[in-house]
């Protein structure tokens, strides 16, 4: 059993999963206990097929394990439905991925003021959350912005603030920097660092660049499925 400071937000007994490809199956995971409370930044390393997908996919409902359980603020996600997994992603966990997955056509500002238009936030409220989001990031000049006008860093730096907009109690970010180069991947840890410390917030990165590693209080290392010792 892995374990981070003292209250609990995700816990994961057990857990496995495994895919069918063809006619044979491939495992993904395999019996990992994990232990992490909130207010924490968590690295979870290894080369690339070592689980470290697989499992934040499985901590953030986008997907079900084939054997063990999951819980996550006292919540057993194996016993909400779609539906109700969709509204807890909606509320309690914000995503960053390796690809940006930025709107175009949408400025800076109104990229991550989306999640609160689609909860139906208006007003000053929602605006002020926004301002407050691209500050943390150190991007409020770039409000107006559309993605093709910033680097690779920047554009990261606004899918952050998407995923911090709407006050999730857990960000999880999958390869963030797999896109970026070194000094940049820099900036990026040192900005969840800053959000553990300041926003009061969760972060789990999955990552397979050694820089995570200054940055995070704990890490994970995963080979083959499992967590190694």
Same mark, same amino acid.
């Given at each position: 059993?892995?374990?981070?400071?003292?209250?609990?937000? %995700?816990?994961?007994?057990?857990? !496995?999963?495994?895919?069918?490809?063809?006619?044979?199956?491939?495992?993904?995971?395999?019996?990992?206990?994990?232990?992490?409370?909130?207010?924490? @930044?968590?690295? $979870?390393?290894?080369?690339?097929?070592?689980?470290?997908?697989?499992?934040?996919?499985?901590?953030? !409902?986008?997907?079900?394990?084939?054997?063990?359980?999951?819980?996550?603020?006292?919540?057993?996600?194996?016993?909400?439905? #779609?539906?109700?997994?969709?509204?807890?992603?909606?509320?309690?966990? !914000? @995503?960053?991925?390796?690809?940006?997955?930025?709107?175009?056509?949408?400025?800076?500002?109104?990229? $991550?003021?989306?999640?609160?238009? %689609?909860?139906?936030?208006?007003? /000053?409220?929602?605006?002020?959350?926004? &301002?407050?989001?691209?500050?943390?990031?150190?991007?409020?000049?770039? *409000?107006?912005?559309?993605?093709? =006008?910033?680097?690779?860093? =920047? =554009?990261?730096?606004?899918?952050?603030?998407?995923?911090?907009?709407?006050?999730?109690?857990?960000?999880? *970010?999958?390869?963030?920097?797999?896109?970026?180069?070194?000094?940049?991947?820099?900036?990026?840890? *040192?900005? @969840? /660092? &800053?959000?553990?410390?300041?926003?009061? $917030?969760?972060?789990?990165?999955?990552?397979?660049?050694?820089?995570?590693?200054?940055?995070?209080?704990?890490?994970?290392?995963?080979?083959?499925?499992?967590? #190694? *010792?």
């Amino acid at each position: 059993m892995v374990t981070a400071m003292t209250e609990t937000l %995700i816990r994961t007994v057990d857990l !496995g999963r495994t895919y069918r490809v063809g006619s044979s199956e491939v495992q993904a995971l395999a019996s990992v206990d994990l232990s992490v409370s909130s207010g924490v @930044f968590l690295a $979870v390393t290894g080369r690339s097929g070592s689980g470290k997908t697989t499992l934040l996919n499985l901590i953030g !409902g986008l997907d079900r394990p084939t054997s063990g359980e999951i819980t996550l603020a006292g919540q057993p996600l194996g016993t909400l439905s #779609e539906s109700e997994l969709t509204e807890l992603r909606r509320r309690d966990i !914000g @995503f960053v991925f390796q690809s940006f997955a930025l709107l175009s056509t949408l400025s800076t500002f109104d990229n $991550v003021a989306l999640p609160l238009r %689609i909860v139906g936030m208006t007003g /000053r409220e929602r605006d002020a959350r926004v &301002r407050h989001c691209l500050a943390l990031v150190g991007l409020a000049e770039w *409000a107006s912005h559309r993605p093709y =006008q910033l680097s690779g860093g =920047q =554009q990261q730096r606004v899918t952050i603030a998407r995923a911090l907009v709407h006050e999730p109690q857990l960000i999880l *970010a999958d390869e963030p920097t797999g896109d970026l180069d070194s000094e940049t991947a820099r900036r990026i840890f *040192a900005l @969840f /660092r &800053r959000l553990v410390d300041d926003e009061d $917030v969760t972060v789990v990165v999955a990552s397979h660049d050694p820089l995570v590693e200054e940055y995070a209080d704990l890490t994970v290392p995963l080979r083959d499925g499992r967590i #190694e *010792a």
